[in-house]
Each structure stands twice: as structure tokens, then as C-alpha cells.
């Protein structure tokens, strides 16, 4: 089995037991495209082609189940014809989205700002504060983001730039799936005189870690030399562990 230091096993711990609550909203592409102004006249002229609203008819048949559920194609063709046109302004999208990227940054570094006051700004564009509860910076960031890294670094840094009960200031993430304007609003220290009872639990956990790194290692010297066929069905799963760095 492999070593594991107690400063191993107590690093660890520090690393799952430091928590930071985040206060943040998610910038999508259907944010952007609330935001665009589509007039009344070129809604009609787009539902009176037939070929354009014969595309208004898949997209309420693909999703009359869950977002028109109960609704009839009159009383939302409109709607739907207004999301289309909209979502071909990519570029004017991306400026609505950085828009109130830079409105929220202000309202969220004042202190006291409410989460009702963030949602009336917010209302128009289909999006709202969100609270992640206190989290560890093992979790990876808030779901909607595919690579929350720069956000993890930010909030569990020692000086954290977002932290805003210490000076910090909201700031916007940019990843492929959104973009995520984010503040540190509330932390829980980790508790070292829990250390001891977690001690053996840490230990195994950080050894098997450590040899399936070996492992890995190992298997992909061999894989450099030969070809070697895996079957996937019968291959182990692998334990990862990872961290911010």
C-alpha cells in the first residue's frame, strides 16, 4: 500500500472541510436572446412563410411535452418565431449577455444587495440568483460551468478578489458553456479538532488514490511500448482525485 504523510492526510482534510457559499447567476445563450428586441412585423412576416413556420411547428412538437406543456401552437408560435430570429443575432447576443454581465458585477459587489433586487434586474432574461451552500473547492465549481478552475482558485484563494466581506468584488467567468458572474458571500473555517476521528479515512482514501496514480503511470509506460486492446466491459473504473492548483 502506498505511504501517506499525516501532512498529506491533514492537507486533505483542509481541502474538504474549508467551505465558501458563492452567490452567482448563469449567462446563457437564451439570456442573450430575451435581450433582443424582435419587432411585432418581422414576427408575422417569419410566421407567414411556410417553410419558416413549419420550423415553429417542430420546435413546439419537440418540447410540447415540457416548455409549452398545455399550451396550444397559437399561443405560442409568436414566442417561438421571436426565439428563432433571436438566435441568429449571435453576435448581438454576446453583447446583451456581456451587458448585464457588467450591470450584475455592480449590483452584486454592493453590500446588501437582496437576491429579489438581482431577480427584477434579472426577470426579463429568463435568469436568477442562485446560492451554491456552502461548498469545498474539491466540487469543481458551480454545474453550469464545464471548467470552473479560475472560479475555485478566486474563491479559496487566501486573499480572495470575490470574497466581498473582504473587500472583494463580483467577477464574471467566461467558459464554452456560459458565462458566470460570481461572489464569495459566506465561509466555514475547517475544523482541526475533527481532524483526528478522520484521520484513518483520509489515509485510505488518499493511499488508493495514490496507487492508481501508480498504476496509471505504469500502464502508460506499457501502452508507449506495445498495443495493448482493453475491454471496456470488464476495465475498472477509476478513482480520480483532484484539486485547484
Known amino acids: 500500500r502506498a505511504r501517506i504523510s499525516e501532512l498529506e492526510a491533514k492537507q486533505f482534510f483542509l481541502l474538504e472541510n474549508t467551505k465558501r457559499e458563492l452567490r ?3 449567462l446563457n445563450t437564451e439570456t442573450g436572446k430575451k435581450g ?3 419587432s411585432d412585423a418581422d414576427i408575422a412576416k417569419f410566421l407567414a412563410d411556410t417553410t419558416k413556420m413549419n420550423l415553429v411547428r417542430t420546435r413546439f412538437e419537440s418540447s410540447k411535452e415540457i416548455e409549452y406543456k398545455g399550451k396550444k401552437l397559437e399561443a405560442v408560435q409568436a414566442e417561438i418565431a421571436r426565439s428563432i430570429l433571436a438566435s441568429e443575432k449571435g453576435e448581438e447576443i454576446r453583447k446583451v449577455n456581456e451587458k ?3 450591470e450584475l458585477i455592480v449590483q452584486m459587489s454592493r453590500s446588501g444587495t437582496s437576491d429579489a433586487t438581482l431577480n427584477d434586474l434579472l426577470r426579463p432574461y429568463g435568469a436568477r440568483s442562485r446560492k451554491s ?12 460551468m464545464q471548467d470552473g478552475k479560475e472560479l475555485m482558485r478566486d474563491a479559496f484563494s487566501a486573499k480572495s478578489p470575490i470574497d466581498l466581506k ?6 464574471k467567468y467566461a467558459t464554452a458553456a456560459a458565462t458566470v458572474v460570481a461572489a464569495v458571500i459566506g465561509e466555514k473555517a475547517a475544523d482541526l479538532s475533527k481532524f483526528d476521528a478522520e484521520r484513518g479515512r483520509l489515509m485510505m482514501r488518499l493511499a488508493e488514490t495514490k496507487e492508481r496514480g501508480m498504476f496509471d503511470e505504469w500502464a502508460r509506460g506499457i501502452h508507449g511500448k506495445a498495443k495493448i486492446d482493453v475491454n471496456q466491459a470488464v476495465t475498472p473504473g477509476s478513482r480520480n482525485f483532484s484539486s485547484v492548483t
Open 166 to 171: 473582504a473587500g472583494g468584488k463580483a467577477k
Open 100 to 102: 448585464l454581465a457588467e
Open 133 to 144: 451552500g456552502l461548498i469545498n473547492v474539491l466540487s469543481g465549481g458551480v454545474p453550469e
Open 36 to 38: 433582443i428586441k424582435i
Open 24 to 26: 452567482y447567476v448563469v
